[in-house]
Each structure stands twice: as C-alpha cells, then as structure tokens.
C-alpha cells in the first residue's frame, strides 16, 4: 500500500502584523484535521512559520485528492473565522476565493505532495519557508542534488551517481503548467542556466534515476491571478525524502549554510538573506527575515514518528549570525537597486503606479540643428 504526504498551508490571520497565527487559531485548526482520524488520514502534524499555518497530512488516498484538499481547506476557513472575531491582522488573506472546487491550487492556500511505496525506515524533511517565493529552494536542491561539494553520494553511492530527475516549472505563464525535464549531471549546466533565475524558473520536482523514486516536491504553481492578486508566490513549503537512494540528511541541510539571497522579506519587495531559524519562529526585523524551518520525521505503516527541529542546534547559530549581518549590509542600501527587487517582481503597486503616472509627464527632446562653420 502506497503512502501519501500532503502539504498544505495558508495565512489567514496573524498577531500583531505579519508575526504569527494566534494559540485560537492553531487550536481550531488542529480540532477540524482531527475529526478526520482515522476516516481519511491516518496521522498530521501542525507547525507555524511566521504568519502562516501549515498542515503534514498522511494519508492513502493519492495526490490531489479533493477530500484532502477540502479537509484543509475547511479547516483554513473555520480558522479565518476565528482571526477575523479576534481583529487578527489579514484575516483570511489566502483565503482569495469563496467556495472550494477540488483542488486549493489557484485558490489561495500552498501545497505539495508526494506518494510512494514506504521503505522500511522512511526519514523525510518538511521545509517551511515566509517571507520569499518557491524560488528559495532552486539552490540548495541544486547542491544537495547535483553538486558534488554537497552531496558526498555522488562518489561514495553507486545509486545516488546515476543522478536525478528535475521538473521545473516557467511560474511566469500564467495560463498554462509549462515545464521541462532535465537529468543531472547530463544536463547539468542546463539546470545551472535556469535555475540561476529563481523568479521565472522553479524546481517544482525531483526524482532518483537509479529507481525512479520521488525525492522532493515543493509548492510551486504558476503565478495564478484571481481578481487581480498574484497568488502562489510567497512562504513555499517542501517535502524531502532522505538517505539511501537519496542525499543524506546532512547533505539536504548543508546548502543552507550559504543564507543565499532571495525576493521577499517586507511586502515582497526586496533583496535579502534566507535564515535558517527554529520551529514556530515568528517575524521580526523589517518584516523578515526570510525564514526557513526544517521538521525531520519517519514514517511508517502511515504514522509519524515526533518531529526533530533540524535547525535547532549550536552549528546553525553561527548561520544566523551571518545571515543577519549579510542582512544588515544589504538594507544598508535602503531602496536602491539591488536591495530592492526589479520592477517586474514588485508585488504592491505603489512604485508601479507612480511610474505610469511619471511616464505621461516624460517628454522627447528635440535636438538641436548645429550650423556648419567653414574654415577659411
């Protein structure tokens, strides 16, 4: 019998700004995924990052199962409903649409999933991100999957050097999933040239080529637009399998040493360093930083073991600290580009209507007719 994880997440109140959901919402939350047992999942785990509330699901039922996705999503609504009798700060903001159609994607709240076969010892990661887009995943999967300096396996596992399999996804077409399949290492620097633009092309998947297995799944959708919002952009989340086949778990961890550069932070409009912080951690600094929490669990026979924090130990403060001076160092330069993300990517539209406004009062330069002056 296969296994299935699910995914879902959604900000739909916070405390205080885009800090954190309140005990009340989380608590609503929990007591709806609950009445589910053991019915239609078999086991969950409720975390937060941030302002955003995220749901691990496991289940028999296969990928982009509507009574799933409508089990989250009632949960969600019965949340923002709890936000808005509190006067939580954005109550209900992912919550874009009124009635559900089967599937979340497009409609607000983020998802990923993954089914297979289970191992015998099953050890997975979830990634919780805020503050920045799918795009934050490109490089350290990069490296944990095909670069050698991060992954060991590629020299010391005869399965693991028969590489991987990427789907990535062009989230700029808004109308159509269009995507396309590269192999590392063959197509390794294929991968490099697109990946390098974490706004446009996004790791949407990975599987071994040694057996064909799934190993990652992120929460990359297309840039839908329901009533004029973009949607599916910010606070992504992932699944990881981890060791055997697959990179260990030190090798998925160690990418994010880096603290890399990302889009996010405040109203999703600059430039800065992704943190690697503890479970449940909240907002702070100029709406940010970005963050990035890790849970690792096993499952078996359908059932979660408890949660390790994988970010919760003395090496990943010192991370933290470059990760805040590399922060420092950039909002140092306040506005100006490269601080703040090009216009394309602006997601709020003040600097966007300024300059239509701007550009009527432009105007083209006549140039001046010179005379000739002969010499005598």
Not at 34 to 51: H, T
Request: net charge neutral; glycine share 8%.
């Amino acid at each position: 019998m296969k296994t299935t994880l699910s995914v879902i997440k959604a900000d739909i109140g916070s405390i205080g700004g885009h800090e954190k959901p309140s005990k009340a919402i989380v608590n609503r939350i929990t007591e709806i995924i609950d009445s589910a047992k053991p019915l239609l999942i078999s086991d969950y785990s409720i975390f937060s990052v941030g302002d955003d509330n995220v749901i691990l699901m496991v289940h028999k039922n296969g990928v982009d199962n509507p009574s799933i996705h409508k089990l989250a999503w009632d949960a969600f609504t019965e949340g923002t409903k709890v936000a808005k009798s509190q006067g939580l700060y954005g109550a209900g903001q992912d919550m874009l649409i009124n009635s559900f159609s089967g599937n979340v994607k497009g409609l607000g709240p983020g998802s990923c999933e993954m089914e297979f076969e289970e191992r015998p010892n099953e050890p997975f990661l979830l990634f919780m991100c805020d503050k920045t887009n799918p795009g934050v995943f490109n490089l350290p999967f990069f490296r944990s999957f095909a670069d050698p300096f991060h992954n060991a396996g590629f020299l010391l596992s005869t399965e693991i050097a028969k590489g991987f399999e990427f789907t990535i996804m062009d989230v700029t077409d808004v109308k159509n999933d269009r995507i396309i399949v590269l192999n590392a290492p063959q197509d390794y620097y294929d991968l490099a040239t697109l990946l390098r633009d974490p706004e446009t092309y996004v790791i949407e998947s990975i599987r071994s080529r040694a057996n064909g297995d799934i190993a990652v799944v992120v929460s990359t959708s297309r840039l839908h637009n329901i009533a004029g919002t973009y949607t599916g952009k910010d606070d992504p989340v992932a699944l990881v399998r981890s060791q055997k086949s697959f990179p260990s778990t030190g090798e998925i961890l160690s990418p994010w040493a880096t603290a890399h550069f990302v889009a996010g932070d405040n109203r999703g409009s600059h430039h800065v360093p992704v943190m690697p912080v503890k479970l449940f951690s909240t907002i702070s600094f100029f709406d940010g930083p970005a963050i990035v929490q890790a849970a690792g669990f096993c499952v078996h026979d359908g059932k979660l073991t408890e949660y390790v924090d994988l970010f919760d130990h003395p090496f990943w403060r010192t991370i933290q600290d470059k990760a805040a001076r590399k922060f420092m160092d950039i909002r140092e330069q306040g506005f100006f580009n490269p601080a703040m993300v090009g216009m394309n990517e602006l997601e709020y539209t003040g600097v966007v209507e300024k300059i239509k406004v701007l550009n009527k009062k432009f105007k083209i330069r006549k140039k001046k007719k010179h005379t000739l002056i002969e010499s005598s």
